[in-house]
């Protein structure tokens, strides 16, 4: 296949017999699937049949760059790590910055398919030449950082590696894939590559890419830039990052707090992204080819972690391990965050199952005797260091957490309705009670409570003039943004570059070569998502599933801007969302 933005090939990796094989990214792939999200959606829809245990050798561990990715356009360098997860059973997509995503395209390969899986620890280096597999037994059970480290010792420090940490190797459902400080971290990727004895994925090459038209590249880069200028978001993610959102989301009332008991906090501003400018905060970063920036160093100023300098905590994080358990001291906040980036964990799962556990301790319907002691107390914030650790060596009571809120619910009779999850994947850091069209994004989203993949209906709040509280109009708007945040998951574009949607049709058509009408990444965007749902029609999945946690539809918010409300008419919003896109009452597509 010849096209700008892609190399035309792609790795397969059998871990079993530690073999290899270079494949043709078929046209029809790219032309229909666009890349990252999208093709390795497909892939891992025909390699694999329905009801594959997520954590047998069956099952496929798929990264895919998109077109854009080595292009050195805006926000470019992401890389899509896909796999049936081992949390949810649904197809599960993690995106990945950092300078990972690039590197990948440098080694002359679109993308890797890796299945089976290893007799003993492995890492395998990717160079255009093909795939080398060391043994990893030196490297396991040790952290994110020192695998890197070690590997890029041996390799040369041109290599970018990703790799998992002991969560990962444990099976601890929510375990990350991660790169120097960015994580492809929702839905158990780093679960499945643990499952694989996968410790690290290194690479390295100076395979060039091909733009088709490198002039017209040129002048769309510099409107994106124009418009980077002005854009009051992009103002904003460089003065305070992503956890500036933590201010809008404590005034509009949807901050979780206490396992989402309510959507306000006195503390809120002490974790702030101002606070965090002032307090941690050391320096600003950015992933490779981004203009934008939202990321930050920090370093730990207290505690048995000072003097540690790490990345964030972003706004995510911040809140998860920060407002939803009542730590207010920021760098408690970036040890937790610390630990979950070494041992391999997502930090909002991670804060969301220790949540959750406090609430049945304050209940009581967790004991001492449950816990091996542990009073599980809101704001502890040393117990939280110790829980993560636990979580990552399934350690005592760690390892019931390592399950996820759904599993650990179903062992707790009356926990359900605050269990905050959406088919096991737990509620991201929005309460949608103060946002009701994100509780429409949480249940139709394919792989359960994260936030953006069933469209980033929170924009809402910053946009002057929306009703937020309504069920009126927004299927239409999160159908919009799904279609939206398919095509940048595929092409390879960050969310936070804000590229403005009438110059990313002109962009994709001067890289790649072919006219990228608005109309054919709408078709596009139609076909992945289709896609995604049949993949979880094939595991069971039903509109039963499009749901929420009884707490966000029945109990009302106590306090702050959004008192009283809860998110309503989600039926409404969920039959008018399939009927928008095609589907029938009960949510199936059509045929693919
Ligand atoms: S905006 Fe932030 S996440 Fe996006 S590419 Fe830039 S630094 Fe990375």
């Known amino acids: 296949m010849k096209k700008g933005g892609y190399h035309g090939r792609y790795l397969t990796i059998d871990l079993t017999n530690k073999s290899w094989q270079v494949k043709d990214l078929p046209e029809e792939l790219a032309n229909g699937y666009l890349g ?197 978001g992009v103002a904003s993610l460089q003065m305070n990052g992503t956890a500036g959102v933590v201010s809008v989301s404590n005034a509009m009332g949807i901050l979780p707090t206490k396992n989402f008991q309510t959507g306000t906090w006195e503390a809120a501003e002490e974790t702030s992204g101002a606070a965090i400018a002032e307090k941690i905060r050391i320096k600003s970063m950015a992933c490779a080819s981004c203009p934008v920036g939202c990321s930050l160093i920090s370093e730990i100023k207290t505690g048995k972690f000072a003097g540690t300098k790490i990345e964030g905590p972003e706004y995510e994080s911040t809140v998860m391990l920060g407002s939803n358990l009542l730590i207010s001291d920021l760098n408690m906040i970036a040890a937790a965050n610390h630990l979950c980036d070494e041992f391999g964990l997502d930090t909002i799962s991670t804060g969301n199952v220790i949540g959750f556990a406090m609430e049945c301790y304050e209940r009581g319907l967790l004991t001492d005797k449950d816990t091996g002691g542990l009073a599980l107390t809101w704001g502890n914030g040393d117990l939280v260091l110790s829980l993560i650790e636990m979580i990552a060596l399934k350690q005592g009571f760690g390892k019931r957490l390592a399950q996820g809120v759904a599993r650990l619910s179903k062992e707790i009779p009356g926990s359900e309705g605050f269990a905050m999850q959406v088919k096991g994947m737990e509620i991201a850091a929005y309460d949608p009670r103060g946002v009701n069209g994100q509780g429409l994004s949480y249940a139709i989203s394919p792989r359960g409570g994260d936030h953006g993949k069933g469209g980033y209906m929170i924009v809402e709040v910053f946009m002057p003039g929306s009703d937020l509280y309504t069920y009126v109009g927004k299927a239409a708007k999160a159908a919009h943004m799904a279609n939206n945040g398919a095509i940048l998951d595929s092409g390879s574009f960050c969310n936070f570059n804000f590229i403005p949607d009438d110059l990313v049709p002109g962009l994709l058509t001067a890289i790649v070569g072919e006219e990228y009408s608005e109309a054919r990444l709408r078709n596009i965007a139609n076909r992945i998502i289709n896609l995604e749902r049949r993949f979880n029609i094939r595991e069971g999945f039903s509109r039963k599933d499009d749901t929420l946690p009884a707490r966000l539809l029945k109990e009302p918010l106590p306090e702050g801007m959004a008192e009283g409300k809860t998110v309503t008419g989600l039926d409404i919003m969920i039959d008018e969302y399939y009927e928008i896109r095609g589907w029938n009452k009960e949510g199936n597509p059509p045929e693919l």
Not at 54 to 60: E, F, T
Not at 84 to 107: E, H, Q
């Open 36 to 232: 990252g999200r999208g093709i390795g959606g497909k892939l891992l829809y025909d390699l694999q049949p329905g009801k594959v245990d997520p954590l047998s050798p069956d099952n496929h561990l798929i990264a895919f760059t998109g077109p854009l990715t080595g292009t050195h356009a805006p926000g470019s360098s992401r890389i899509t790590f896909m796999c049936k997860s081992p949390l949810t059973n649904t197809i599960n997509m993690s995106s990945m910055g950092g300078a990972f995503p690039n590197a990948f395209k440098r080694t002359g390969f679109d993308g890797v398919v890796i299945s089976g899986k290893s007799k003993s620890p492995v890492w395998i280096h990717i160079t255009p030449e093909g795939v080398q597999f060391n043994p990893a037994d030196d490297l396991w059970g040790r952290t994110t950082s020192e695998t890197e480290t070690a590997i890029r010792e041996k390799v040369g420090e041109k290599c970018r590696v990703a790799c998992i940490g002991p969560a990962g190797e444990n099976q601890v459902l929510f375990s990350a894939v991660v790169s120097e400080t960015r994580t492809a971290a929702r839905g158990g990727n780093g679960t499945v590559m643990g499952s694989k004895n996968l410790k690290a994925i290194a690479v390295s090459g100076d395979h060039e890419l091909t733009i088709a038209d490198k002039q017209s590249f040129k002048e769309i880069v510099q409107k994106i830039r124009e418009s980077q200028n002005e854009n009051m």
